[in-house]
């Protein structure tokens, strides 16, 4: 007569060793288990299996965007240095304006492998984030310092309200989320247009919202704007490779936060970054 009661304890010391990351399939002796619990143990170790591959394969991501980085920098590098020297010459106004382009691909080029370092760092755990209590108004104040000459540069108004308050978040990255926010904002708003930061104190959470007069984001396209890669229909016209968004959602996620757009078309954009007040 098969012990349900030993079974379905057995069945669940599995799963909590699964769900634990501990499951090891020589802790339990095939020959005295049911049918049932003989099942579990081959799904359980297959699944095992499959993490530790998955762990392996972003492993070798990891290792491989490092590897691209190492062997870019220094042609990337020449490049530019060459770029400017050209730029320095007396070019007639067709060979000044193609010098400028190179520049400017190489400048792409550039932050597209910084991009990719950073978020492959942060998805496999090579850089972990570690949240502690932070100004918010300091924080602010550092975006927009850093982000102010973009913002001179395309004729954009850009300004803050904030008051004091305090959240858990690491303050490296979380300026690296928001600069990517703003730069976004400033980025497809037109000359003349504003981009304003303001502050919500919750129980919770803080949340900073970053609202644009820019060309908005049709509905159907808010549920992917987050996607690495991914750009939206109405400026792919425009500079941009499409992964500061993906990036600052991963930065945010990772400390218990997280990110929400509202917008629509030729009203302008509003992105909302929370970040908790308590572990």
Known sequence: MINSGKTLRLIDKMLEDGINGCFTESDYNETKLS?????WVRYLTISKQSQQKVEQDRKKLAELVSDI??????????IQLYTQLLEEQQLDEQSARLADEI??????????IQSLIKTSRLETGTFQLTPVKNSISE??????????????KKG???????????????????LEALCNIIDNAIKYTPEGGRVHISVSEFESFVRITVADTGCGIPENELSQIFGRFYRGSNVRSQDGVGI?????RQI????GGYITAASSPGRGSEFSLFLPKRH
């Open 139 to 152: 924080l602010i104040s550092a975006a927009v310092s850093q982000e102010r000459s973009s913002a001179d």
């Open 252 to 255: 945010a996620e990772g400390q």
């Open 156 to 174: 954009t108004e850009l300004s803050a309200d904030t008051s004091e308050c305090f959240a858990m978040f690491d303050s490296k990255w979380t």
């Open 35 to 39: 049918q049932l619990e003989s099942k």
């Open 244 to 248: 500061g968004l993906y990036l600052s």
């Open 69 to 78: 980085s190492h062997q870019t920098k220094t042609p990337l590098s020449n």
């Open 103 to 112: 520049r400017r691909q190489a400048e792409k080029l550039e932050f597209l």
